[in-house]
Protein backbone atom coordinates (compact mmCIF):
# COMPACT_ATOMS: atom_id res chain seq x y z
CA UNK A 1 0.00 0.00 0.00
CA UNK A 2 1.05 3.52 -1.16
CA UNK A 3 1.78 5.12 2.69
CA UNK A 4 2.87 8.40 0.75
CA UNK A 5 0.03 11.17 1.96
CA UNK A 6 -2.69 11.66 -0.82
CA UNK A 7 -2.31 15.54 -1.42
CA UNK A 8 1.76 14.33 -1.98
CA UNK A 9 0.15 11.68 -4.59
CA UNK A 10 -1.56 14.24 -6.79
CA UNK A 11 1.46 17.00 -6.65
CA UNK A 12 3.63 14.04 -7.77
CA UNK A 13 1.22 13.21 -10.85
CA UNK A 14 1.10 16.90 -11.88
CA UNK A 15 4.98 17.09 -11.94
CA UNK A 16 5.41 14.26 -13.75
CA UNK A 17 2.35 15.60 -16.35
CA UNK A 18 4.13 18.58 -16.63
CA UNK A 19 7.67 16.69 -17.19
CA UNK A 20 6.49 14.78 -19.64
CA UNK A 21 4.93 17.49 -21.74
CA UNK A 22 1.15 16.37 -20.91
CA UNK A 23 0.64 19.99 -19.11
CA UNK A 24 2.93 22.49 -21.11
CA UNK A 25 3.64 26.01 -19.80
CA UNK A 26 -0.21 28.13 -19.42
CA UNK A 27 -1.82 25.20 -19.60
CA UNK A 28 -5.00 25.32 -16.72
CA UNK A 29 -4.94 22.50 -14.15
CA UNK A 30 -8.55 21.11 -12.86
CA UNK A 31 -10.52 23.18 -10.93
CA UNK A 32 -10.15 22.26 -7.46
CA UNK A 33 -13.30 20.63 -7.00
CA UNK A 34 -12.86 18.73 -10.13
CA UNK A 35 -9.29 17.44 -8.99
CA UNK A 36 -10.76 16.58 -5.54
CA UNK A 37 -13.33 14.49 -7.72
CA UNK A 38 -11.36 12.45 -9.77
CA UNK A 39 -8.80 11.60 -6.77
CA UNK A 40 -11.67 11.20 -4.32
CA UNK A 41 -10.27 13.12 -1.78
CA UNK A 42 -11.54 16.77 0.07
CA UNK A 43 -11.03 20.11 -1.56
CA UNK A 44 -8.74 20.70 1.03
CA UNK A 45 -6.45 18.05 -0.08
CA UNK A 46 -6.06 19.54 -3.17
CA UNK A 47 -5.63 22.97 -2.09
CA UNK A 48 -2.62 21.57 -0.40
CA UNK A 49 -0.98 19.67 -3.36
CA UNK A 50 -1.38 22.77 -5.22
CA UNK A 51 0.16 24.81 -2.40
CA UNK A 52 3.30 22.68 -2.78
CA UNK A 53 3.71 22.98 -6.32
CA UNK A 54 2.96 26.77 -6.01
CA UNK A 55 6.24 26.84 -3.27
CA UNK A 56 8.14 25.16 -6.23
CA UNK A 57 7.32 27.41 -9.07
CA UNK A 58 5.84 24.87 -11.14
CA UNK A 59 2.44 26.89 -10.85
CA UNK A 60 0.83 29.70 -10.25
CA UNK A 61 -2.96 30.75 -9.24
CA UNK A 62 -4.52 33.92 -9.65
CA UNK A 63 -8.11 34.98 -8.41
CA UNK A 64 -10.45 34.72 -10.69
CA UNK A 65 -8.23 33.11 -13.27
CA UNK A 66 -7.43 29.48 -12.08
CA UNK A 67 -4.14 28.04 -12.17
CA UNK A 68 -1.58 27.81 -14.54
CA UNK A 69 1.50 26.30 -15.00
CA UNK A 70 4.10 28.61 -14.13
CA UNK A 71 6.30 30.54 -16.86
CA UNK A 72 4.04 31.08 -19.35
CA UNK A 73 5.43 33.86 -21.39
CA UNK A 74 4.68 37.66 -21.81
CA UNK A 75 3.21 39.01 -24.85
CA UNK A 76 5.95 40.37 -27.14
CA UNK A 77 5.91 44.13 -27.06
CA UNK A 78 5.24 45.81 -30.56
CA UNK A 79 8.96 46.86 -31.28
CA UNK A 80 10.03 43.49 -30.83
CA UNK A 81 7.54 42.11 -33.03
CA UNK A 82 8.30 44.82 -36.00
CA UNK A 83 12.36 43.49 -35.56
CA UNK A 84 11.30 39.47 -35.87
CA UNK A 85 8.91 40.80 -39.08
CA UNK A 86 12.55 42.88 -40.14
CA UNK A 87 14.61 39.70 -39.67
CA UNK A 88 12.32 37.44 -41.49
CA UNK A 89 11.75 39.53 -44.41
CA UNK A 90 15.55 40.03 -44.54
CA UNK A 91 15.87 36.18 -44.49
CA UNK A 92 13.22 35.09 -47.38
CA UNK A 93 14.82 37.96 -49.07
CA UNK A 94 18.42 36.52 -48.83
CA UNK A 95 16.53 32.88 -49.97
CA UNK A 96 14.86 34.83 -52.99
CA UNK A 97 18.11 36.30 -54.14
CA UNK A 98 19.85 32.97 -53.81
CA UNK A 99 17.10 30.91 -55.77
CA UNK A 100 17.24 34.01 -58.62
CA UNK A 101 20.92 33.84 -58.99
CA UNK A 102 20.24 29.93 -59.19
CA UNK A 103 18.29 30.19 -62.35
CA UNK A 104 14.66 30.51 -60.72
CA UNK A 105 12.48 33.42 -61.27
CA UNK A 106 10.35 35.19 -58.76
CA UNK A 107 6.95 33.66 -59.73
CA UNK A 108 8.79 29.73 -59.51
CA UNK A 109 9.86 30.88 -56.22
CA UNK A 110 6.39 31.68 -54.94
CA UNK A 111 4.86 28.88 -55.73
CA UNK A 112 7.52 26.56 -54.39
CA UNK A 113 7.00 28.35 -51.06
CA UNK A 114 2.91 28.43 -51.47
CA UNK A 115 3.52 24.64 -52.04
CA UNK A 116 5.68 24.16 -48.91
CA UNK A 117 4.00 26.11 -46.62
CA UNK A 118 0.63 24.39 -47.48
CA UNK A 119 2.43 21.00 -46.67
CA UNK A 120 3.35 22.12 -43.26
CA UNK A 121 0.04 22.92 -42.62
CA UNK A 122 -1.25 19.44 -43.84
CA UNK A 123 1.85 17.72 -41.27
CA UNK A 124 1.28 20.34 -38.99
CA UNK A 125 -2.68 19.72 -39.06
CA UNK A 126 -2.02 15.80 -38.26
CA UNK A 127 -2.31 14.32 -34.21
CA UNK A 128 1.54 14.50 -33.22
CA UNK A 129 1.46 13.69 -30.04
CA UNK A 130 1.49 10.11 -29.50
CA UNK A 131 4.30 10.12 -31.92
CA UNK A 132 6.12 12.86 -29.00
CA UNK A 133 5.52 10.17 -26.00
CA UNK A 134 1.54 11.12 -25.20
CA UNK A 135 -1.80 9.64 -25.77
CA UNK A 136 -4.45 12.39 -25.32
CA UNK A 137 -7.90 10.58 -24.31
CA UNK A 138 -10.60 12.49 -24.00
CA UNK A 139 -13.95 10.77 -23.08
CA UNK A 140 -15.99 9.17 -19.96
CA UNK A 141 -14.79 8.81 -16.74
CA UNK A 142 -13.65 5.45 -15.55
CA UNK A 143 -11.99 4.12 -12.92
CA UNK A 144 -10.27 1.74 -15.23
CA UNK A 145 -8.82 4.95 -16.69
CA UNK A 146 -7.13 6.30 -13.75
CA UNK A 147 -5.03 2.76 -13.38
CA UNK A 148 -4.57 3.40 -17.08
CA UNK A 149 -2.66 6.67 -16.64
CA UNK A 150 -1.01 5.66 -13.71
CA UNK A 151 0.67 2.41 -15.57
CA UNK A 152 0.33 3.78 -18.94
CA UNK A 153 4.30 4.01 -19.21
CA UNK A 154 4.72 0.33 -17.90
CA UNK A 155 2.13 -0.83 -20.61
CA UNK A 156 3.26 1.21 -23.29
CA UNK A 157 7.27 2.33 -22.58
CA UNK A 158 7.79 5.89 -22.96
CA UNK A 159 4.40 7.50 -23.13
CA UNK A 160 2.42 9.16 -21.46
CA UNK A 161 -1.72 9.10 -21.19
CA UNK A 162 -3.21 12.66 -21.36
CA UNK A 163 -6.81 12.16 -19.39
CA UNK A 164 -9.34 14.46 -19.84
CA UNK A 165 -12.66 14.00 -19.20
CA UNK A 166 -15.00 15.28 -21.22
CA UNK A 167 -18.11 12.80 -21.33
CA UNK A 168 -18.92 10.07 -23.97
CA UNK A 169 -20.24 12.63 -26.43
CA UNK A 170 -16.90 15.39 -26.13
CA UNK A 171 -14.61 12.30 -26.59
CA UNK A 172 -15.90 11.22 -30.01
CA UNK A 173 -15.95 15.09 -30.78
CA UNK A 174 -12.30 15.45 -29.45
CA UNK A 175 -11.45 12.24 -31.81
CA UNK A 176 -13.36 13.60 -34.60
CA UNK A 177 -11.81 17.18 -34.43
CA UNK A 178 -8.29 15.66 -34.16
CA UNK A 179 -7.93 17.01 -30.48
CA UNK A 180 -7.41 13.14 -29.50
CA UNK A 181 -5.69 9.70 -29.93
CA UNK A 182 -8.15 8.11 -27.75
CA UNK A 183 -12.03 8.74 -26.93
CA UNK A 184 -13.86 6.45 -24.56
CA UNK A 185 -17.30 5.72 -24.68
CA UNK A 186 -20.58 4.00 -23.63
CA UNK A 187 -23.44 5.48 -24.93
CA UNK A 188 -26.54 3.78 -25.39
CA UNK A 189 -28.36 3.73 -28.55
CA UNK A 190 -31.97 3.26 -27.28
CA UNK A 191 -33.40 2.73 -31.10
CA UNK A 192 -30.75 -0.60 -31.99
CA UNK A 193 -30.45 -1.10 -27.61
CA UNK A 194 -26.45 -1.14 -28.21
CA UNK A 195 -23.63 0.60 -27.49
CA UNK A 196 -21.72 2.97 -28.81
CA UNK A 197 -21.69 1.81 -32.44
CA UNK A 198 -24.42 4.33 -33.65
CA UNK A 199 -22.84 7.23 -32.29
CA UNK A 200 -19.44 6.19 -33.71
CA UNK A 201 -21.22 6.21 -37.21
CA UNK A 202 -22.82 9.42 -36.71
CA UNK A 203 -20.11 11.80 -35.23
CA UNK A 204 -17.46 10.32 -37.87
CA UNK A 205 -19.30 9.83 -41.17
CA UNK A 206 -17.07 8.27 -43.71
CA UNK A 207 -13.89 7.18 -41.22
CA UNK A 208 -12.36 4.34 -40.72
CA UNK A 209 -12.90 3.67 -36.68
CA UNK A 210 -11.93 0.78 -34.41
CA UNK A 211 -13.62 0.27 -31.24
CA UNK A 212 -11.12 -1.31 -28.37
CA UNK A 213 -13.37 -2.71 -25.40
CA UNK A 214 -12.10 -1.93 -21.93
CA UNK A 215 -15.12 -4.03 -20.62
CA UNK A 216 -18.41 -4.61 -19.70
CA UNK A 217 -19.26 -3.00 -16.78
CA UNK A 218 -21.79 -2.27 -14.00
CA UNK A 219 -24.42 0.34 -13.79
CA UNK A 220 -26.33 0.99 -10.93
CA UNK A 221 -27.63 3.43 -8.10
CA UNK A 222 -24.98 3.70 -5.34
CA UNK A 223 -26.58 4.29 -1.95
CA UNK A 224 -25.07 4.64 1.19
CA UNK A 225 -23.79 1.39 3.23
CA UNK A 226 -27.23 -0.57 4.01
CA UNK A 227 -29.37 1.64 1.70
CA UNK A 228 -31.16 3.34 4.60
CA UNK A 229 -33.74 4.88 2.09
CA UNK A 230 -34.52 1.26 0.71
CA UNK A 231 -33.80 2.52 -3.04
CA UNK A 232 -34.92 0.29 -5.08
CA UNK A 233 -35.10 1.49 -8.59
CA UNK A 234 -35.07 4.38 -10.05
CA UNK A 235 -38.91 5.03 -9.38
CA UNK A 236 -37.65 5.64 -5.97
CA UNK A 237 -36.77 8.98 -7.36
CA UNK A 238 -39.78 9.96 -8.43
CA UNK A 239 -40.83 10.32 -4.52
CA UNK A 240 -38.94 13.35 -4.36
CA UNK A 241 -38.23 11.97 -0.83
CA UNK A 242 -34.24 11.07 -1.68
CA UNK A 243 -31.67 13.45 -2.82
CA UNK A 244 -30.05 12.58 -6.18
CA UNK A 245 -26.54 13.56 -7.50
CA UNK A 246 -26.35 13.69 -10.92
CA UNK A 247 -23.64 13.35 -13.77
CA UNK A 248 -23.05 15.72 -16.64
CA UNK A 249 -24.93 16.69 -19.62
CA UNK A 250 -22.65 14.72 -22.38
CA UNK A 251 -21.95 11.80 -20.45
CA UNK A 252 -23.11 8.64 -21.06
CA UNK A 253 -24.39 7.69 -17.78
CA UNK A 254 -26.09 10.65 -18.28
CA UNK A 255 -27.97 10.22 -21.76
CA UNK A 256 -28.96 6.20 -20.41
CA UNK A 257 -30.14 7.86 -16.91
CA UNK A 258 -32.50 10.50 -19.18
CA UNK A 259 -33.42 7.48 -21.89
CA UNK A 260 -34.67 5.55 -18.67
CA UNK A 261 -36.28 8.15 -16.79
CA UNK A 262 -38.81 9.20 -20.22
CA UNK A 263 -39.40 5.54 -20.44
CA UNK A 264 -40.71 5.21 -17.23
CA UNK A 265 -42.69 8.49 -17.14
CA UNK A 266 -40.90 10.16 -14.75
CA UNK A 267 -40.48 13.83 -15.17
CA UNK A 268 -36.48 14.63 -14.17
CA UNK A 269 -37.32 17.60 -12.04
CA UNK A 270 -39.44 15.60 -9.65
CA UNK A 271 -36.05 14.19 -8.12
CA UNK A 272 -34.78 16.34 -5.72
CA UNK A 273 -31.29 16.86 -6.67
CA UNK A 274 -31.31 16.56 -10.66
CA UNK A 275 -29.65 19.48 -11.32
CA UNK A 276 -26.40 18.95 -9.11
CA UNK A 277 -24.08 17.18 -11.71
CA UNK A 278 -20.68 15.77 -11.41
CA UNK A 279 -18.29 14.89 -13.51
CA UNK A 280 -16.77 11.66 -12.24
CA UNK A 281 -18.38 8.68 -10.74
CA UNK A 282 -15.88 9.02 -8.02
CA UNK A 283 -17.46 12.78 -7.69
CA UNK A 284 -20.94 10.62 -7.38
CA UNK A 285 -19.85 8.14 -4.63
CA UNK A 286 -17.98 10.57 -2.69
CA UNK A 287 -21.32 13.14 -2.35
CA UNK A 288 -22.99 10.00 -1.08
CA UNK A 289 -20.65 9.31 1.31
CA UNK A 290 -20.36 12.88 2.94
CA UNK A 291 -23.99 13.01 2.92
CA UNK A 292 -24.60 15.59 0.02
CA UNK A 293 -26.92 12.85 -1.58
CA UNK A 294 -28.91 10.02 -0.89
CA UNK A 295 -28.46 8.32 -4.22
CA UNK A 296 -26.13 8.71 -7.67
CA UNK A 297 -26.18 6.74 -10.99
CA UNK A 298 -22.38 5.19 -11.30
CA UNK A 299 -20.61 2.30 -12.06
CA UNK A 300 -20.27 -0.20 -8.98
CA UNK A 301 -16.47 0.01 -9.12
CA UNK A 302 -16.65 3.43 -7.93
CA UNK A 303 -19.41 1.97 -4.83
CA UNK A 304 -17.33 -0.49 -3.97
CA UNK A 305 -13.89 1.97 -3.89
CA UNK A 306 -15.92 3.88 -1.08
CA UNK A 307 -17.75 1.26 0.74
CA UNK A 308 -21.11 2.14 -0.51
CA UNK A 309 -24.00 0.26 -0.96
CA UNK A 310 -25.19 -0.41 -4.89
CA UNK A 311 -28.50 -1.24 -6.41
CA UNK A 312 -27.92 -3.53 -10.06
CA UNK A 313 -29.63 -2.03 -13.09
CA UNK A 314 -27.88 -2.49 -16.33
CA UNK A 315 -24.98 -3.96 -17.82
CA UNK A 316 -22.79 -1.92 -20.29
CA UNK A 317 -20.28 -1.32 -22.85
CA UNK A 318 -17.02 1.21 -22.25
CA UNK A 319 -14.70 1.09 -25.62
CA UNK A 320 -11.77 3.06 -26.28
CA UNK A 321 -12.45 4.74 -29.83
CA UNK A 322 -9.59 5.45 -32.12
CA UNK A 323 -9.54 6.29 -36.24
CA UNK A 324 -8.16 3.30 -37.93
CA UNK A 325 -4.97 5.41 -38.57
CA UNK A 326 -3.80 5.21 -35.09
CA UNK A 327 -4.61 1.61 -34.37
CA UNK A 328 -0.79 0.88 -35.61
CA UNK A 329 0.99 3.40 -33.28
CA UNK A 330 3.01 1.74 -30.81
CA UNK A 331 1.25 3.46 -28.19
CA UNK A 332 -2.20 1.90 -28.85
CA UNK A 333 -1.07 -1.57 -29.76
CA UNK A 334 0.93 -2.01 -27.07
CA UNK A 335 -2.37 -1.07 -25.24
CA UNK A 336 -4.68 -2.88 -27.16
CA UNK A 337 -1.97 -6.36 -26.10
CA UNK A 338 -2.05 -5.86 -22.64
CA UNK A 339 -5.93 -5.66 -22.67
CA UNK A 340 -5.87 -8.87 -23.33
CA UNK A 341 -3.50 -10.02 -21.16
CA UNK A 342 -3.84 -11.75 -17.51
CA UNK A 343 -2.88 -8.40 -15.92
CA UNK A 344 -5.33 -6.70 -17.31
CA UNK A 345 -7.85 -9.59 -16.46
CA UNK A 346 -6.45 -9.07 -12.80
CA UNK A 347 -5.95 -5.47 -12.34
CA UNK A 348 -10.22 -4.93 -13.27
CA UNK A 349 -10.69 -7.68 -10.59
CA UNK A 350 -9.22 -6.19 -8.14
CA UNK A 351 -11.04 -3.01 -9.61
CA UNK A 352 -14.77 -4.93 -9.05
CA UNK A 353 -17.24 -4.49 -10.96
CA UNK A 354 -16.65 -5.11 -14.58
CA UNK A 355 -16.96 -8.37 -16.62
CA UNK A 356 -14.11 -8.99 -18.93
CA UNK A 357 -15.27 -11.65 -20.71
CA UNK A 358 -15.10 -8.72 -23.95
CA UNK A 359 -12.02 -7.36 -22.76
CA UNK A 360 -9.51 -6.52 -25.36
CA UNK A 361 -12.10 -7.39 -28.40
CA UNK A 362 -11.84 -5.20 -31.24
CA UNK A 363 -15.09 -3.94 -33.69
CA UNK A 364 -14.35 -2.47 -36.62
CA UNK A 365 -16.23 -0.06 -38.45
CA UNK A 366 -15.49 0.78 -42.05
CA UNK A 367 -15.95 4.38 -43.94
Request: with cysteine.
Amino acid sequence: MDRTPLYQQIAESVRQEILYGSLAVGDFLPPVRDMAGRWGCTSGTVQRAYAELAREGLIASRAGQGTQVAGAPQSSTPDQAALRRASLVNQAERFLLEMMAAGHDSADVTRAVESAVERWHSMASRPAPAAQGIVRFAGSHDPAIEQLARRFDGIAAGYTLKVSYTGSLGGLIALAQGEAELAGCHLWDEESDCYNVPFVRRLLPGRAVILLTLAQRHLGLIVAPGNPTAIGGLESLASGKVRLVNRDQGSGTRVWLDAQLARLGIEPTRGAGYPREETTHTAVASAVVEGQADVGLGVETAALARGLGFVPLARERYDLVMLESMWRLPALEALGAWLRSRDAATTLAELGGYDTAETGSVIRIDP
